[in-house]
């Protein structure tokens, strides 16, 4: 079913933020791991795996939110790609190339996403929560679906920018077409509002004055 525009509206315009926090998670967890190493690249202590964990959640935080309307938001996107792609006034091979491969990288990025989740909320289910570690273990389970989840969370960081730019591309595309049917309206109402040049009718005859009688015929004047 496809979405309502207002949830469409606002998930489009909560993409860029949600996709500068993935790649935030990344940048920050690049500028630390290596001093969490030794010369060997291995881990000094728990604290890699702690900056790691903090690093996995803050993806899959940014991430969770678009897994709900995730395929209807893509299905969307598809149908107006191939709209794009059909519009050969502008054509642009090296544009479309990325954005099918970004399409397909967010196609499986929101159904690795939202497997990840499925599981980690079968799991849940299974938790006796009147059990003494029951805490423990959906901690550990935030913990591993956030691990499993890191590259679908990541892939759709570097990619989600592409329904955005389809969706400005498809309202530019339809602004355009609303100009040229507007102009063609104004032009059809110019032709029939024109007054056409007015032609004095021709006024009818009017009755013919009759000759003067002649002499008449078989009579000589005497």
């Not at 500068?20 to 290596?34: C, F, H, P, Q, T």
């Not at 991430?63 to 792609?85: N, V, W």
Request: glycine residues 4%.
């Amino acid at each position: 079913m496809p979405l309502d525009p207002t949830t469409r509206e606002s998930l489009l315009a909560a993409i860029p933020e949600a996709a500068a926090r993935g790649r935030k998670a990344l940048e920050n967890w690049d500028a630390v791991s290596d001093s969490l190493c030794d010369a060997n690249h291995e881990p000094l202590d728990e604290r890699y795996n702690t900056r790691q964990h903090q690093r996995d959640a803050e993806a899959w935080t940014a991430f969770e939110p678009f897994l709900d309307h995730g395929p209807e938001l893509l299905a969307q996107a598809e149908e107006d790609f191939r709209a794009l792609h059909h519009d050969y006034a502008n054509p642009d091979f090296e544009t479309i190339r990325r954005r099918r491969s970004q399409l397909t990288a967010l196609h499986e990025a929101v159904e690795g996403g939202r497997r990840e989740r499925a599981a980690w909320e079968y799991a849940e289910e299974m938790v006796l929560h009147d059990h003494p570690k029951s805490a423990e273990f959906r901690h550990r389970s935030e913990i591993l679906r956030n691990a499993e989840g890191w590259h679908y969370a990541l892939t759709f960081a570097d990619n989600a920018d592409v329904l955005v730019e389809i969706d400005q591309a498809t309202r530019a595309r339809a602004g355009a077409a609303r100009g040229r049917t507007a102009q063609a309206e104004a032009a059809r109402a110019r032709s029939t509002t024109t007054v056409a040049p007015t032609v004095s009718p021709t006024a009818p005859p009017g009755p013919s004055t009759p000759a003067p009688p002649g002499p008449e015929r078989g009579h000589r004047p005497r």
